[in-house]
């Protein structure tokens, strides 16, 4: 049975300089796991395409002045060298989770290098899974192993 060593909760307010905001705070949490620059890279590209989608899709139909619009992540490190992050908002959801994952989808309108989140989030992790109710949320949990 794998154990967790260390754990990190975070809520950010869905605001655009908070990508980075939680881009550099995981990186910095995962270090104890002395992860190569290269599993570092992956991390920080889907990380950053998930919080992106809370900040750009999540609250689209809220005011930009809404205090409930956050981001809450959960980091986890395992002595097992795996680290696993749940992003999740309190949004507008997903209708066609399926859908919405297919590359190169995108319900944003004339944006041309747009759709490849989800893939990015496949590719760089070892796992991805994606869980949303419409008018409640969506949540995102990845993992991904460090080489021993
Ligand atoms: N957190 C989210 N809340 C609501 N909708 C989302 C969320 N994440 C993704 N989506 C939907 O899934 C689609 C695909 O996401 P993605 O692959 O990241 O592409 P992009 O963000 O470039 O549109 C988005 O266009 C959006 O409709
Ligand atoms: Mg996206």
Known sequence: ?????????????????NEAVARSCICAFVAELNPTVEELGDLRL????????????????????????NIYISVR???SREVSVEISDN????????????????????????????LVMESFMDSLSVKSTPGKGTTVLMRKIFKP
């Open 1 to 17: 049975m794998k154990k967790i060593i260390n754990e990190m909760k975070l809520r950010l307010p869905a605001v655009g300089v």
């Open 91 to 118: 949004g507008c959801g997903i209708e066609d989770v399926a859908k919405a994952r297919e590359p190169m989808y995108t319900s944003t309108v004339g944006c041309e290098r747009c759709g490849m989140g989800f």
């Open 77 to 79: 490190l395992y002595d």
């Open 46 to 69: 889907a990380v950053s395409e998930a919080v992106t989608n809370c900040i750009v899709h999540a609250y689209r139909d809220s005011l930009p002045t809404d205090r409930n619009a």
